[in-house]
């Protein structure tokens, strides 16, 4: 289950701890952002992992609360087009917006090759079906 190496995942980008009391990582949530996908672990004995591929990714803010930034903490909300986590949210990480800059570079380079590639399907989708020559 840890997955640092996998290859359906990318390289290891950032790894962290929520913050709970005075912004110590007192917490058994960690997060996971791999070059593909953001991996969550929570538990101490019984781990549960859910992992999101950021090509899913439509919309993502940085929520900055008063006491969570005294502690140099924060939250990343991020809007997913999946059906068991629409809304998913790093809570009360270290440095957050490092995180984010991180994130939405991963995200924004995705959809880029994304769009290319779906513009390059689209191209040749219309020339098999013949709609170039008519």
Known sequence: MSGQGSTTRGALVWSGRKCTIFGLPLSFTKYFVYEKRLVTRRGLFSLVE??????KVLDKSLELPFWQRIFGCGSIHLNVADVDTP??????IKHPRDVYDRIDQIVTGLTANQNSMRTAASILGSVNQGEFFN
């Open 50 to 55: 859910d992992e999101l591929d950021f090509y």
């Open 87 to 92: 809304i998913k949210i790093l809570t009360s």
